[in-house]
């Protein structure tokens, strides 16, 4: 079952000395942020903690935000390495054919022809598309997140379908 939220961030670092925190996006856009309401911090045993998003800004590949209640940089610092989460009813709809990260990590892999590969572990985001790690009986194996070897996902199920390319996967293995 999907969970609640969806992870957008992470804070990295204080900036500037005003509260504001320097955030690594898990989005291509963080620009819908602006218009939310409050956004959820981790905070010691996991936990979420509400903060009101004040304003939020682009700064090179990464963004700040400024929270309410964050008012001087030693506040800030207190949530640098800590996660940025949204309630999944304020993500943004995806087209056809595109998954949140959070929905895919943790899918079985298998074959078209039935065959249980593993599951996701990892999502390696690259220029061309992104390469899932997935984990099964054979290790550690690297699956190309193309039309060619992705054949299905299926969410309800939890499972992604794929036809594996030659030398992808230790032949013994399948």
């Not at 935000?65 to 309630?87: D, N, S, W, Y």
């Not at 943790?106 to 599951?119: A, F, I, Q, T």
């Not at 996701?120 to 193309?146: F, K």
């Amino acid at each position: 079952m999907p969970s609640p939220y969806l992870q957008l961030g992470s804070a990295v670092k204080a900036w500037g000395l005003k509260g504001e925190v320097k955030v690594e996006p898990y989005a291509d856009s963080m620009t819908f942020v602006a218009k939310l309401p409050s956004v959820y911090v981790t905070g010691a045993g996991g936990d979420l903690a509400r903060y009101e998003v004040e304003r939020v800004r682009r700064a090179g590949s990464t963004w700040v935000m400024k929270l309410r209640g964050v008012e001087t940089p030693e506040q800030a610092r207190c949530l640098v390495g800590h996660g940025l989460f949204i309630p999944r009813s304020s993500a943004p709809e995806l087209p056809e054919g595109r998954y949140y990260h959070a929905d895919l990590l943790g899918l079985r892999v298998r074959s078209e022809e039935g065959r249980e590969l593993g599951r996701i572990v990892e999502i390696l985001e690259t220029r061309a598309n992104d390469v899932y790690v997935v984990h099964g009986p054979q290790g550690e194996w690297l699956l190309p997140a193309t039309l060619e070897v992705v054949r299905r996902i299926d969410l309800e199920r939890e499972v992604m379908l794929v036809r594996p390319l030659e030398g992808m996967i230790e032949t013994e293995a399948l």
